[in-house]
């Protein structure tokens, strides 16, 4: 994990915990999950997008038409 161990993840998440206090860490944590599960709806309606227009220029050379 980008080389970093469990003795740096646990002294990063003491700073965390001291700068943001104990009762905001929920909140962090609520919006970061908030932010990944947009981020991969976005990716995901993105990526299917791109593949729509393939797949409808595809239909419609097998019925002899043209885009």
């Known amino acids: 994990m ?3 161990g469990m003795p740096e993840l646990i002294i990063i998440l003491i700073i965390i915990l ?9 909140e962090i944590g609520a ?5 990944i599960k947009n981020f991969k709806k976005a990716t995901q309606e993105a ?4 593949s729509a ?5 595809q239909g419609n050379e097998e019925k002899g038409e043209s885009t």
């Open 2 to 4: 980008f080389g970093i």
């Open 18 to 26: 001291i700068i943001f206090g104990a009762g905001k860490l929920p």
């Open 31 to 35: 919006g970061i999950g908030k932010g």
């Open 47 to 50: 990526q299917e997008e791109l």
């Open 53 to 57: 227009p393939q797949e409808n220029s």
